[in-house]
């Protein structure tokens, strides 16, 4: 069981005036932009493990004659691969640290790329798919706490987002690139961003966090520096760290049931239920299947698909933007209720086909839906509840918290995108009108529970939360 700190012990010593003068670290280094450079084109394979099955599926069924069963299960195994890697991902990342195991999760992505490319029988796709997926599920927890834990904290929101920006490109560019290449050339293509990340984990430093977690505070303090300049005083940001570290070492490190104390009950259901409303809010029956959505809408699956790339990427350029601006709460108030909205369109659209109402205008209405529901996803949604999973968990048990959580949105996954078109096939307008509810819960959430963490450190957020027992 964990001890108990008195709430003395854990308030900030030096007045907020101080902190400001001594926080001169906030700042954004060549070695920063390098790092989360490297860090985020784990991000990118994420991106385009996700697109590749989409825009080679007629090529590949024919090359090797797989049947639709045989392609159904090399699509949907990935995201099986991706449960367990993620299940596995936090004991990993606290056991080994973060950059070792970028490193780790892209060995199992580069044999994963690999072996899809030399086969030629549906086993080895499977088997290829399935190791992919693995990696992808440790990069999905791994990449952002690493971007949280190394960022300062008036830039962490803005930096953290960049790994949903990056999803997004490699979606898009297996996208581009699988409409004029073979499969098997694009599965090439697939190693080179993990080929980058593994040269480029060779020169950034591990995360200063984790060093100091485990003791290692001479590699802390080098590592803290070169993040943040040769000529920056890290003094405060530093100590700060040292004594929230220290006041933890008399705990014992989280286990998965240490989660469910009383004391981490708000992180825990503010984390879980955000994956929970973002996963069951529909993304993945929009992404999956948009093309059969703007087929059964009566539109031109190729028009809508370019449009939703058009829209998808400046939304999310947009919302990094704002990160660290506006801030997280309303963020995610906006993007929520912009997905709200679409869906009812979408809906909508269904119901007066179903009515024989508009039944011409009513494709334009779908695809203004989809749009507007995906404009607005990228706008928050997707990006920060990573964000937030990344800040609001204490580092004694963020790996066991952060492996349940990606757990929850691979799960969410798995089941959005297995029962989308049974839902689809029971009632089109009812399934985005479901959709349309839990986006409204959304809102709901977001206003009632979710914490605003902008201009803070991650130990003032954690002091804030109140952890310990007081």
Request: proline share 3%.
């Amino acid at each position: 069981m964990k001890g108990e700190i008195d709430e003395a012990n854990l308030a900030p010593e030096t007045s907020l005036i101080e902190k400001e003068n001594q926080d001169s670290s906030a700042t954004t280094t060549t070695t920063l932009l390098l790092t989360t450079f490297v860090a985020v084109s784990g991000s990118f394979v994420f991106g385009s493990a996700i697109g590749y099955s989409s825009p080679v599926q007629s090529d590949l069924t024919k090359d090797l004659n797989l049947s639709v069963a045989e392609y159904s299960l090399f699509g949907s195994i990935l995201t099986i691969g991706a449960m367990i890697g993620a299940a596995m991902s936090g004991r990993i990342a606290d056991l080994i640290g973060r950059r070792a195991t970028m490193g780790f999760s892209e060995m199992f992505c580069i044999l994963g790329w690999l072996t899809i490319y030399l086969s030629k029988v549906a086993v080895w796709l499977d088997v290829g798919r399935f190791l992919v997926g693995y990696g992808m599920g440790v990069l999905s927890f791994v990449v952002p706490v690493y971007i949280a834990e190394i960022t300062p904290k008036d830039l962490r929101g803005g930096f953290t987002t960049v790994h949903q920006l990056m999803i997004c490109l490699g979606v898009s560019v297996a996208y581009l690139l699988g409409s004029f290449i073979g499969w098997r050339i694009l599965a090439l293509i697939g190693l080179v961003p993990c080929v980058i990340q593994m040269m480029g984990l060779f020169i950034i430093p591990e995360s200063p966090r984790w060093l100091a977690k485990v003791g290692r505070w001479e590699e802390f303090e080098i590592a803290l520096q070169r993040l943040r300049g040769e000529s920056a005083d890290i003094s405060y940001e530093s100590n700060e760290i040292k004594d929230y570290t220290q006041r933890l070492t008399n705990l014992s490190e989280g286990s998965i049931l240490d989660l469910f104390q009383p004391k981490y009950a708000k992180s825990l259901f503010v984390g879980v239920g955000l994956m929970v409303l973002q996963q069951f809010g529909g993304v993945n029956g929009i992404a999956f299947y948009s093309s059969s959505i703007f087929e059964s809408a009566g539109f031109s699956s190729k028009i809508g698909m370019i449009a939703m790339v058009v829209v998808q990427i400046p939304m999310t350029t947009l919302g990094v933007v704002l990160m660290d601006k506006s801030g997280r709460r309303p963020l995610l108030l906006i993007s929520a209720t912009g997905t709200c909205i679409g869906c009812f369109l979408v809906g909508l659209s269904f119901s007066l086909q179903f009515v024989k109402l508009l039944s011409g205008d009513a494709s334009y209405l779908a695809l203004a839906g989809v749009l507007v529901y995906t404009g607005s996803f990228s706008l928050g949604m997707g990006g920060i509840p990573w964000v937030i999973m990344s800040e609001i968990f204490p580092i004694d048990i963020k790996g066991p918290a952060g492996s349940l959580v990606t757990v929850v949105s691979w799960v969410g996954s798995w089941i959005i995108s297995f029962t989308f078109n049974f839902l689809m096939n029971w009632n089109p307008a009812g399934t985005f009108y479901v959709f349309a509810s839990v986006c409204g819960a959304t809102v709901i959430f977001v206003a009632k529970l979710v914490p605003e963490t902008i201009g803070r450190t991650l130990e003032e957020i954690q002091y804030s939360i109140g952890y310990v027992e007081l």
